[in-house]
């Protein structure tokens, strides 16, 4: 069976200070895999999407950045933090073929100060 | 580019009820369109997805969705809910031209009382 796993469960961080949160799916090779950004109480936003090792998608960027260094991993990161970075960020994955179900991960909640 | 809108920000019913959460998509083209259950705190947990075939599709939990190209939605219903059903409920959209890009709505909150 597949897991994913999603680190650290969550932060509180200074503006300014840099980030990187982590992704990691089990059980699965070459999955379909995504970022995305949920407000307090909001919707989510889709923030980028990766189909391979070393190539990531930007849909919004709200300066942030993504990377894939591996097949089953993918971070998400940026040097300075703002304010409005403040949310829960929600790894998903996908199978590589067609339009799949996502998966989610339990989430990240990040709290800038 | 798709949108997709949910109507009711909260929905409150008691146990038992039937409830109908509304969805409606906006594309001039093919579009998968699924909806997602979130329980406070958690990520979010595949419920239904609809691409072709059947208008109405059936989902975990007793869950069902209809869609309907003449009115662009893709309501979700359930004939008795549980308490246990309380949470946000997302529907989302996907053109089949690029499926890695998902448009959620903004969700449904659903109360459920005993």
């Known amino acids: 069976a597949q897991t994913i796993h999603q680190w650290p469960v969550a932060e509180i961080k200074a503006v300014g200070s840099p980030l990187s949160l982590g992704c990691t799916i089990k059980g699965k090779s070459s999955p379909n895999l995504y970022w995305y950004w949920q407000a307090t109480g909001g919707t989510l936003q889709q923030l980028f999407y990766s189909i391979t090792v070393g190539q990531v998608e930007s849909v919004v960027q709200l300066n942030l950045s993504a990377s894939r260094p591996k097949d089953d991993q993918f971070i998400l990161s940026t040097e300075k933090l703002l304010l409005s970075h403040s949310g829960f960020y929600l790894c998903?994955?996908?199978?590589?073929?067609?339009?799949?179900?996502?998966?989610f991960g339990p989430g990240t909640r990040l709290l800038v100060l | 580019t798709q949108t997709v809108s949910q109507s009711d920000a909260h929905v409150t019913v008691f146990e038992g009820d039937s409830v109908e959460l509304r969805c409606n998509y906006s594309y001039g083209g093919s579009i998968y369109l699924s909806w997602y259950i979130q329980h406070h705190g958690h990520g979010l947990q595949f419920l239904l997805k609809y691409y072709s075939g059947n208008p109405v599709v059936q989902g975990v939990n007793g869950f069902e969705a209809e869609f309907s190209k003449s009115d662009s939605s893709f309501h979700l219903r359930k004939a008795s809910v549980h308490w246990s059903d309380s949470a946000v409920y997302f529907c989302?959209?996907?053109?089949?031209?690029?499926?890695?890009?998902?448009?959620f709505g903004t969700g449904t909150r659903l109360q459920v009382l005993p």
């Open positions: 998903a994955w996908s199978s590589d073929w067609g339009q799949d179900t996502q998966y």
């Open positions: 989302a959209v996907s053109a089949t031209s690029n499926t890695n890009k998902v448009v």
